[in-house]
């Protein structure tokens, strides 16, 4: 201890401590992110053939009246869209369901409804590109036939290609969602029940005075990563269609057209705009949020 | 009395609600596993469902996988040694900086943490190709480190950890400091201990990831003993023929390392949810 | 204790994953090489396709016997085949990471092409010319008349029956001669047995690309720029939309030609015919084996009658990357390889392709040869139907925003054309398309 060398001292002074903490932090922000993102935004004014890259303004945000690149943000928005309607009221409820005093096994069902998040998205597209596949035997075409109803062909028309990216988002998600809820759920104090009960109030009035006001922080973390989660959404398409290339580009989003254009076709310049529009709009959406919600970062003072 | 036989009934009718949704989220894995059982061919001409011969049930798709003609535990290697490695640094270091924001004030710290939320919020699906392009500037590609190294520090679990520490009075660690101890010194002997089942949390949170990753290491790997099992498993599709045999007993087998580790761990996991970073 | 179970947990299943895995990395089919020899240069070689490695290990063991003086040792790296060409587009463009020589599938070709990342292989090609289907070799090429890359194959269409059901409607295959006697035919066998002449894929361009090559039309113009729009291509789309309307086409089960469903429904004698490539043997023999000594291989039909009855569809070209340190020998190991007698012999016998190499067309010892699996699976010889054609063959123009193009076409044109947007007027549709195009 007498005998430290300056460096030693150095480091292990209080006030040099916390960026030795937060170093490696520091550091693959500024390899990996900043650099990144910084090389995008100058991509996205460039155009890379070959081994020469030439600027050209904003030539590459042309792929903004592009047909198929405005269907694949509407993809994406309408996925976004309609996974975080599904994704909150339905773990929410099971989860509330769960957490009832009349239930029972309640450990046992809670890690069933989890385990299709422990699942690849490979695993999962492999088995629902089949169970939705257009044979007649088939699993969903043997399930529509006890109604009577003749073979789909699924996965080639757009609006069965929705149905089953939903029921696999459904699937994959609701137990991890549940499980936040559940944890939102046991904050809540117990007797804040009793004493509603006692005041005559029902199981439904409980749910709607107590449980979702107060289960809000929770709603705001699960909403923020259905969004984030929706806008990204590319591998199950991918898995689905056995590659980035559904039939008419019923499922190609935001990040397909984005591999699609710098991984595919080289047009780097393209694909790097595109990254840029994405980060526009998730910080768009961030500020949206930030002003309705107050930080997550706040959120442990709440 | 009423209430109580009012009350069971609801019991019976919750558990038995909740049966149904079990067998529904169930009924995927069912297919695969029962499927595994008959040839591949078999789906290619009758669709995957449950009515299956069980007089000609085998295992043969299992001993096909288990036979060594195919990379598929090459595959299983590389996606173990990977998650292992994974996991660790990412729980280490993720913690140490979490720690770092947790229980120190200094300059930078607010933007520094913004930094932590700006890139938990951006999916890093925008920014794949930069990323890929210096990944093969830094010569990685096809290499572990290249699918590992971007993701050492994972915002996710940085901000866990900070939750997770600020529960602990700053005066604990001027005790520390009075007793003799350096700052690395309360981080090693007394803060980690405490995080313990953060730990466990995190690490079957970050297991999942890293076990389950598909499009970064598809997109870093290129030679077939160098890809991971989701990658590897893809690959079985290819527009040459899907090798549904192997694909199908392979995806039933690469469930279990992470169904070990859930099962293992879940108690914890809830737990370390609850007190940590998504809480109120 | 927790860490501990953590620890033990997953070194239990690491030792599981290890024990299993020895066996597979040995085997030689991930990674493969010749039989490395001293003073070998070496060269690094990218396919997407494992059964490509077997043939170019063993060609470069052919190469070193016949040049001791230039020996090669050669390494093949199997990629994942969707992205094997993208990585290789990228690691091209960043001037990182190449290979020496790669296997290039003839849709992502133009995107090689159009930024100049190969190198022209002409001087290799000459001492061949004289002996290969020219056509084949070329379309790998440039306005220039440089050629960069060789295919494994020539790639002839060719209409292959279900005897079963031509028997069954009473319709003898070798009477068909224009399109219009096929649809005649079709009739016949939808009316005698409830199937369908033919399919349509959504997803892939065979059989619309085959009739626009026999009208001579392609995707891309002369200066390469995307070409949809054609008088020639809207006549096809209406010319197949009448066939589906008719009931003798129907849109391909699986959308594609390479679906899982395809090949069921294949196998089960749900269609009577397919027009496709003759490298598509293969896939009869691996995935219909029902079909084993039912199918016979006729020329396509044609628009009018004493047409040109044959084009080139389909494949992939081996090139020589810019950049490589080894530009002469890598070249003349790829000529050498494809084009030789030793080369397309072996991709007849083991691989099932169609030779690119004429004097082989001839050679009863490949023509009549009783042990080939593929010619022992269909009834008719597939050389009766090269030889007839001859060599003036039509292939595909692949320059320029052909990738692009091909992206469009196999991802939107075609499934909209005939199963989406079915009453839309062709033109406008074509138009609508190529708009879409980014190029």
């Known amino acids: ?302 | 009395m009423s209430m109580t036989k009012k009350s069971r009934i609801f019991t019976i009718c919750l558990f038995i609600f909740f049966i149904l949704i079990a067998a529904i989220t169930l009924l995927p894995l069912a297919l695969l596993a029962v499927s595994s059982l008959r040839p591949g061919s078999d789906l290619m001409r009758y669709g995957l469902n449950f009515s299956i011969d069980w007089a000609n049930a085998n295992l043969n798709e299992y001993k096909m996988l288990f036979s060594g003609q195919n990379a598929y535990f090459t595959w299983y290697k590389n996606s173990l040694i990977i998650t292992v490695v994974q996991v660790g640094l990412a729980l280490f270091l993720s913690a140490c900086v979490g720690y770092g924001f947790a229980m120190y004030d200094f300059k930078g710290k607010n933007i520094l943490f913004l930094c932590v939320l700006l890139v938990m919020m951006v999916p890093t699906e925008v920014i794949l190709l930069p990323l890929y392009r210096l990944i093969v500037k830094m010569k990685l590609i096809n290499n572990m480190w290249g699918i590992i190294l971007p993701y050492l520090v994972v915002p996710m679990l940085v901000f866990f950890f900070r939750q997770y520490l600020s529960g602990i009075p700053k005066d604990f660690l001027d005790a520390a400091r009075v007793d003799g101890c350096t700052e690395y010194g309360i981080f090693f002997k007394i803060m980690i201990p405490l995080m313990k089942p953060s730990f466990a949390a995190m690490g079957i949170y970050q297991g999942m990831q890293s076990w389950n990753n598909f499009l970064w290491p598809m997109v870093v790997t290129n030679s077939i003993d160098k890809i991971t099992l989701p990658v590897g498993l893809q690959s079985l599709l290819s527009p040459y023929g899907n090798n549904y045999d192997i694909l199908i007993a392979g995806s039933c087998f690469a469930i279990i390392p992470i169904l070990i580790l859930f099962i293992c761990f879940q108690r914890y996991f809830i737990e370390g949810m609850t007190a940590g970073g998504v809480k109120g | ?439």
């Open chain 3, 1 to 439: 204790m927790k860490k501990k179970l953590l620890a033990g947990a997953l070194a239990t299943a690491m030792a599981l994953g290890m024990s299993f895995g020895v066996g597979a990395t040995d085997d030689g089919s991930t990674q493969g090489t010749n039989t490395f020899v001293d003073g070998g240069t070496e060269l690094s070689f990218w396919t997407f396709q494992e059964l490509h490695v077997g043939f170019w290990t063993s060609m470069a063991d052919v190469w070193n016997e016949q040049n001791p003086d230039r020996p090669i040792n050669l390494t093949v790296t199997t990629g994942e085949s969707h992205s094997t060409h993208s990585k290789l587009l990228i690691a091209c463009q960043s001037g990182e990471g190449a290979p020496d020589m790669a296997d290039i599938e003839i849709g992502y070709y133009g995107s090689f092409l159009k930024d100049g990342y190969l190198l022209p292989i002409n001087d290799a090609v000459e001492p061949y010319k004289d002996d290969v289907v020219m056509s084949r070799v070329s379309m790998y090429g440039d306005n220039e008349g440089n050629y960069y890359g060789v295919d494994f194959h020539l790639g002839a269409t060719v209409a292959y029956y279900n005897m079963d059901i031509m028997n069954e409607a009473g319709v003898d295959p070798a009477d068909i001669v224009t399109w219009d006697d096929y649809v005649e035919a079709g009739k016949t066998v939808l009316e005698k047995t409830g199937k369908p002449m033919c399919a349509v894929e959504t997803s892939d361009l065979f059989f619309p690309q085959c009739m626009m090559l026999e009208k001579n039309a392609q995707y891309v113009d002369d200066e390469g720029n995307p070409n949809l729009v054609t008088e020639e291509h809207a006549e096809v789309i209406d010319y197949i939309r009448e066939m589906i309307n008719l009931g003798v086409c129907e849109i391909a089960p699986g959308g594609g030609f390479h679906t899982e469903e395809w090949y069921g429904h294949l196998n089960d004698g749900g269609v009577a015919s397919v027009i496709m490539p003759l490298w598509y043997m293969g896939r009869f023999t691996d995935y219909c084996a029902d079909l084993n000594g039912k199918m016979a291989i006729y020329p396509i039909p044609v628009w009018n009658e004493g047409d040109v009855r044959e084009v080139l569809q389909g494949g992939t070209g081996t090139s020589v990357i810019k950049g490589t340190e080894n530009e002469q020998l890598a070249k003349d190991f790829l000529a050498f390889a494809k084009l030789s007698k030793e080369g397309c012999t072996y991709e007849w016998n083991e691989l099932g392709f169609d030779p690119i190499r004429t004097e082989l067309w001839d050679d009863p010892e490949i023509t009549d040869n009783k042990d080939n699996k593929f010619l022992a699976y269909f009834t008719t010889n597939p050389f009766d139907v090269l030889k007839a054609n001859g060599t003036d063959i039509t292939a595909p123009n692949i320059s320029g925003a052909y990738s692009a193009t091909y992206s469009t076409l196999v991802s939107t044109t075609y499934s909209n054309a005939f199963e989406i947007s079915v009453d839309q007027d062709a033109m406008e549709l074509l138009q609508g398309e190529q708009d879409s195009i980014i190029y």
């Open chain 1, 1 to 302: 201890m007498k005998k430290q060398s300056v460096v030693k001292k150095f480091l292990y002074s209080q006030k040099v401590a916390p960026y030795v903490f937060v170093m490696p932090f520091i550091l693959t922000f500024a390899i990996f992110f900043a650099y990144s993102i910084v090389s995008m935004i100058l991509m996205s004014f460039q155009k890379v053939a070959g081994a020469n890259t030439t600027f050209i303004g904003l030539e590459n945000y042309k792929i903004l009246t592009n047909a198929v690149f405005l269907k694949s943000l509407k993809n994406s928005v309408f996925y976004t869209i309609v996974t975080c309607i599904m994704m909150i009221p339905i773990p929410m409820i099971l989860a509330a369901m769960l957490n009832s005093k009349h239930m029972r096994a309640k450990g046992t069902f809670r890690s069933i409804l989890f385990i299709p998040a422990l699942t690849s998205v490979v695993v999962a597209g492999v088995v629902f590109r089949l169970m939705f596949g257009e044979l007649e035997g088939s699993f969903m075409n043997q399930v529509m036939n006890l109604f009577g109803v003749e073979p789909i062909i699924w996965l080639r028309k757009p609006v069965t290609v929705w149905i089953t990216l939903f029921f696999l988002c459904l699937w994959r998600w609701t137990g991890v969602n549940m499980m936040y809820y559940l944890s939102g759920l046991q904050q809540i104090p117990a007797d804040l029940y009793e004493s509603a009960s006692i005041d005559g109030a029902t199981g439904m009035q409980q749910l709607r005075y107590i449980t979702i006001p107060l289960l809000k922080p929770t709603t705001i973390y699960v909403l923020t990563i259905s969004i984030f989660g929706g806008m990204a959404m590319f591998s199950e398409s991918y898995m689905l269609f056995n590659g980035n290339k559904s039939p008419n580009n019923v499922a190609t989003t935001l990040v397909g057209m984005l591999y699609r254009m710098g991984f595919e076709q080289n047009q780097l310049g393209i694909a790097s705009a595109i990254g840029v529009i994405f980060l526009l709009i998730v910080l768009a959406v961030n500020m949206i949020q930030l002003r309705i919600n107050g930080t997550i970062g706040s959120k442990k003072g709440e």
